[in-house]
């Protein structure tokens, strides 16, 4: 897989191809895949944090999603998924995303945030965001 230098502000940029099998009946992308393209995205940036943000106590879940569906992602094509840091909290993340073309990248696909939250693995009431990931976000 090809290196992406990353922008300003970005955590991660992440080229992915389009499937096959994520068509639906309207021969474009469904709705409910770009929500997995995200979490993959998302996923690898984790990976890139030491302990990935969790342990036997902490561990981060998706408080929320906001995605603006601009336009059909058409197969076969390949797209760049580009998550950038919206707002640090205490214990949140807000992660914001774009789905870009990845031949054209003005051609925007979606936009939004996803709020992930750390919680107390026992409690499950919010808990202090990890050090490590404060400092991947930076």
């Known amino acids: 897989m090809k290196q992406i230098d990353l922008r300003p502000g970005e ?3 992440v080229p992915l191809s389009v499937r ?3 068509l ?3 021969n ?3 709705n409910s895949k770009y929500l997995s393209y995200l979490e993959e995205a998302r996923l690898r940036w984790m990976l890139s944090v030491p302990g990935m943000g969790m342990d036997d106590n902490v561990a981060p879940v998706v408080a929320a999603s906001n995605l603006n569906y601009r336009r059909p992602i058409e ?3 390949d797209v760049v998924i580009e998550l950038f ?3 640090l909290g205490g214990s949140s993340i807000t ?3 774009r789905i870009v073309d990845a031949n054209e990248p003005r051609a925007l696909y979606c936009d939004g945030n996803v709020v ?3 919680i107390d693995r026992t409690t499950g009431r919010s808990a202090p965001l990890p050090d490590e990931v404060r400092k991947a976000c930076s």
């Open 95 to 97: 992660i914001g995303h």
């Open 11 to 13: 955590l991660i940029r």
């Open 28 to 30: 474009h992308v469904n």
């Open 24 to 26: 639906d009946a309207f």
């Open 20 to 22: 096959w099998r994520d």
């Open 75 to 77: 197969w076969p094509g």
């Open 116 to 118: 992930m939250v750390w």
């Open 85 to 87: 840091v919206e707002r």
